[in-house]
């Protein structure tokens, strides 16, 4: 099923205004590489590329608990360096926030359903990454890209 603007709105809106959803991997408090906020951040400049570490997926990021507070959590067999393809899904500017040096957050998902990125939606079901980026103009939302990440923090990417 394909969902329509009109659609699209009213699951956003409903999304918005649902309680009690529970947290998804990146806002969990306490997850290892990550700010007070759940936010890894992006330390080097927009032009360094992906590094080519091992390729992971988000089923290696990400175990899924059965519980539907806390759906996922981080897999403690990380290793210190790896890369991971996502789409960009949101931008979020950070003016405003005490934090804005770091630049906007952005929203990193695997994938929408049957590997369409169309149609997907953000839900407790599916998990994704928030970075904090001032690559702006080189991240654009709907685009897929390699994303490096060491210890916690992403350093590279590339499309």
């Not at 699951?11 to 649902?18: G, I, R």
């Not at 990400?62 to 507070?69: A, K, L, R």
């Not at 994938?111 to 928030?130: A, C, E, F, S």
Request: proline share 6%.
């Amino acid at each position: 099923m394909r969902f329509r603007a009109p659609a699209a709105a009213i699951c956003a809106l409903y999304l918005l205004l649902a309680q009690g959803c529970g947290y998804l991997p990146s806002e969990m408090p306490g997850v290892k590489g990550r700010d007070s906020n759940g936010v890894l951040r992006h330390t080097t400049r927009c032009s360094n590329g992906a590094r080519g570490f091992s390729h992971l997926t988000f089923a290696d990021l990400f175990i899924t608990t059965g519980d539907p507070d806390t759906p996922f959590r981080a897999s403690d067999k990380l290793p210190q360096e790896y890369d991971v393809s996502a789409y960009v899904w949101s931008y979020k500017s950070c003016e405003g926030t005490p934090n804005c040096a770091g630049g906007g957050y952005f929203t990193l998902i695997e994938r929408g359903p049957r590997g369409d990125y169309g149609t997907w939606v953000v839900t407790p079901q599916y998990p994704r990454i928030v970075v904090q980026s001032r690559c702006r103009d080189q991240l654009r939302t709907g685009e897929r890209y390699r994303f490096s990440f060491s210890r916690g923090q992403m350093v590279g990417f590339n499309r």
